[in-house]
């Protein structure tokens, strides 16, 4: 991951970037990996998310463009898959077992976006007694 880093000394060290371009099935090529780092050089406070929008990257360098970003997105989705499974743990108990496969991903969505649920429902127990005095039991969520 550090080969991604601008302000890393191995930035765009093409033995550094293969494990990740083998994982996301990029060829790399020398000469765009030698004009990219050059380019990325000569840039002022670079981040990656700024060498990912500089045009030249974004067109003329395709190939360091996608493992660019393919070392954004890997550590997350490897770190939210995780937290999904964790979560459905919790949720997913011997009493539970029984739910629907729709209402099991709803549960697991709601508890795992707990910053997002928390601002929807500020009141819990006035959303709460909405939701018993309901005669049909689903929330509209959008």
Not at 30 to 52: G, W
């Amino acid at each position: 991951m550090t080969a991604h880093d601008p302000n890393s000394s191995f930035l765009l060290d093409h033995e550094k970037l293969q494990p990740l371009s083998t994982l996301g099935k990029i060829k790399l090529y020398d000469a765009e990996i030698a004009v990219a780092k050059q380019h990325v050089q000569r840039m002022q406070k670079a981040t990656t998310l700024s060498v990912l929008k500089d045009p030249v990257i974004d067109k003329a360098l395709p190939t360091v463009r996608d493992v660019m970003r393919l070392a954004l997105t890997f550590g997350t989705s490897s770190a939210s898959c995780e937290s999904s499974f964790s979560t459905l743990s919790r949720i997913l108990t011997d009493y539970r077992r029984s739910m629907l496969h729709e209402r099991l991903s709803a549960l697991v969505l709601l508890a795992l976006e707990k910053d997002i649920t928390d601002k929807v429902c500020k009141d819990k127990g006035r959303l709460l007694r909405m939701f018993d005095s309901m005669a049909v039991r689903r929330l509209p969520l959008c």
